[in-house]
């Protein structure tokens, strides 16, 4: 854990340069001391058919969400919910200027005891004893 999940209009598919976005979140839940970095994803669902406000513009949106474990303080998610969201508003403001874009984002929280993991790249990053 974390997931940060994008789901996002196709018709900025070549300009949301996503990869880059992904490397930015990864950096900041990793910088944040709160996630191991073996558990951090991230994937893209793009959209090609939705419909947004009167349907007369070209435009698109991006909603993101991050799904994290259980155990972080309110002050930690919310700190953690504010930076992600500006890091988003950073990485799309030069579309954001070009045309219409609906930016989203949310924080979850899963289910301490309705949670199943298992992984084991978390041994990859594990100093040897």
């Not at 910088?31 to 994803?41: Q, V, W």
């Not at 991006?62 to 990485?91: D, M, N, P």
Request: net charge negative; hydrophobic share 40%; glycine share 4%.
């Amino acid at each position: 854990m974390p997931h940060f999940i994008a789901e996002c209009t196709d018709n900025i598919r070549e300009q949301a340069d996503l990869p880059e976005l992904f490397r930015q979140v990864h950096d900041c839940l990793a910088a944040s001391g709160l996630f191991p970095l073996a558990g951090i994803r991230s994937r893209a669902h793009w959209l090609d058919t939705w419909r947004m406000a009167d349907g007369e513009a070209d435009y698109a949106f991006v909603h993101c969400t991050l799904q994290i474990g259980s155990g972080r303080t309110e002050a930690q998610r919310s700190a953690t919910a504010e930076q992600v969201f500006a890091l988003i508003q950073r990485h799309f403001e030069p579309l954001f200027a070009q045309r219409y874009l609906a930016l989203s984002f949310e924080l979850t929280e899963l289910s301490a005891t309705l949670n199943f993991k298992h992984n084991n790249v978390h041994q990859r990053f594990r100093q040897p004893s």
